[in-house]
């Protein structure tokens, strides 16, 4: 499949640590990539530069094969931006916004804009100024998909949403992956990521730190084992096996090592001789795996899930 959508090396550096920072990732044709971290990770900044609407320190931004910062009239016609923060204006109601949005993007689809208003039950009369915080972000994404686009951007989608209108984005978007849309979609919310995307991008203070399958993710991510010795001499021998260990407990004779399909036989082979008291086993969620990369002051001995 072609990169419709091709970050490298992306750095913007605002100063105090904000910014983003040599992030590279590619999207392909009909795939959803997960932009996952929390609030001023660099989701956003990355979003406005994939929309032109700043310019790279160093990198490059491009979306089917144009630059996005050269070609950005070009990019604005073709893809459906939905941007974290909607500010719209207050002046228009919501149908004279949709006819402006049309005239920007040199498009009219007047079916698809009923059906879209229909979907998320819009009112389009209310002026803007008296629309409720979820009015408005409906609206934002009733403009960012009214003309089909191939290439989404999403930012926070639903953000501003009530849940019932989550539940029914999550079904729409699932609808769009159908039809081949190419889909980047940041959030800070798991399910929404895990129900959605078909790979996962971890940022944190602006630095991508790991991408992984969605598919991994909903088998769990990989098996935490632990394991309790009788005596410190088999915990040693178990610590010394080879296995990726991922926490060890010398006081009560626990050693925890990540475990991988391919890695089972393994694990069996290390522990058949040993005497142990007992061992358990938990997969990891993404929601684990994510907060490994958070959490500053983990304790010492504890279980490391990455």
């Known amino acids: 499949m072609n990169d419709i959508i091709k970050v490298s090396n992306l750095t913007h550096d605002y100063g105090h640590g904000r910014g983003v920072f040599d992030v590279s990732f590619t999207v392909k044709k009909g795939e959803t990539l997960g932009f996952l971290g ?53 002046g228009l109601n919501g149908r004279e916004f949709i006819k402006m949005m049309q005239g920007m993007h040199k498009t ?51 953000s501003g949403l009530d849940p019932l209108m989550q539940e029914v984005f999550i079904d729409f978007i699932k609808e769009e992956k159908q039809r081949g849309k190419t889909i980047l979609l940041s959030s800070h919310i798991f399910s929404e990521v895990e129900a959605l995307c078909d790979r996962i991008a971890i940022i944190k203070d602006g630095r991508l730190v790991s991408t992984v399958d969605a598919q991994e993710v909903r088998h769990g991510l990989h098996n935490i084992m632990t394991v309790e010795f009788k005596d410190k001499d088999d915990l040693l021998q178990f610590c010394n096996s080879g296995l990726e260990l991922s926490g060890r407990d010398d006081k009560h004779l626990r050693c925890s090592v990540k475990v991988y ?13 040993l005497k142990i008291k007992g061992f358990s086993e938990h997969s990891v969620t993404l929601e684990e795996y994510f907060m490994h990369f958070y959490k500053k002051d983990r304790a010492t001995g504890g279980v490391c899930y990455a």
């Open 108 to 158: 009219k689809n007047d079916e698809r804009t009923a059906y879209l208003l229909k979907k998320f039950r819009l009112d389009t009369d209310v002026p803007v100024r008296k629309m409720s915080i979820g009015e408005k972000r409906k609206l934002a994404v009733v403009t960012a998909f009214m003309s089909d686009p191939d290439i989404l951007l999403l930012d926070e989608p639903t």
């Open 38 to 90: 929390p609030n001023g990770a660099g989701k956003s900044t990355t979003m406005r530069h994939l929309m032109g609407f700043s310019s790279p320190q160093s990198g490059n931004v491009s979306i089917n094969g144009l630059d996005c910062r050269k070609s950005t009239g070009r990019i604005m016609e073709k893809v459906g931006y939905l941007p974290g923060e909607v500010a719209l204006p207050d």
């Open 261 to 273: 399909d391919e890695d089972i036989n393994a694990f069996i082979s290390a522990v058949k001789c």
